[in-house]
């Protein structure tokens, strides 16, 4: 019974990690689709979140499968359940990654914003927080996770600079407002997915640790 419990286990792990890679190569694509103005790009991470949304619905089923049929205790119990908890963050990372997809389309035939709005760097400290989160999972890493949550700072910081910079080039230039919008959701979507990122994060640290660090207590705030 525990050998089959294990392979069990070891498949919704396999599932969820296609999940994640699938996931990643959508924000890699829409942060390219935007930076090189490539329609077909664009297009396929929209394509892709249907694969992602039947990979959600069928890990989720095969944790349910294991938990009412075997009864997993202890350690195999915390891990279905940051399972079904980091699947749904990735699927709403997908979702994300389609927002921006959306948002790239109505740009790709107009010229870029004259401001030096630095989105590819958040995108870039964004994809290495869910990379991150991610290769904690798999080594059961909670120092590397902890490293995930001190980083969402630095991307919250990104994402205030972006919105202040084209805040300022709507007011300067009401031409730029279409274009500027756009931009701002895009960030703004990118923001998101850092959240989710430090999601997954907390729940590789209750996973390998067993501790909820989801609301620190008043003590240490």
Do not use: W
Request: glycine content about 2%.
């Amino acid at each position: 019974m525990e050998r089959r419990l294990d392979q069990d286990l070891n498949r919704i792990r396999q599932s969820l990690l296609r999940m994640a890679g699938t996931v990643e190569e959508m924000v890699a694509r829409a942060t390219q689709a935007l930076l090189d103005r490539n329609a077909e790009l664009q297009r396929e991470v929209v394509r892709q979140d249907r694969e992602v949304d039947q990979m959600e619905i069928d890990i989720d089923e095969a944790c349910h499968s294991v938990l009412s049929r075997k009864q997993p205790a202890a350690g195999d119990l915390r891990f279905l359940v940051a399972v079904m908890k980091i699947n749904s963050d990735l699927e709403r990372i997908g979702d994300s990654a389609v927002n921006i997809a959306h948002s790239v389309e109505p740009l790709l035939a107009q010229a870029p914003l004259p401001t030096r709005v630095d989105l590819p760097l958040l995108s870039q400290r964004v994809q290495e927080m869910v990379r991150d989160s991610l290769n904690a999972f798999v080594r059961r890493d909670a120092r590397l996770a902890s490293a995930v949550l001190a980083s969402d700072d630095e991307v919250d910081g990104l994402y205030r600079q972006i919105f202040r910079e084209l805040l300022t080039a709507m007011i300067e230039d009401p031409t730029t407002v279409t274009r500027a919008l756009h931009l701002l959701l895009i960030a703004r979507n990118f923001e998101r997915i850092a959240d989710h990122a430090t999601n997954v994060a907390e729940d590789v640290i209750y996973f390998v640790e067993g501790k909820d660090v989801r609301h620190p207590s008043a003590e240490t705030r």
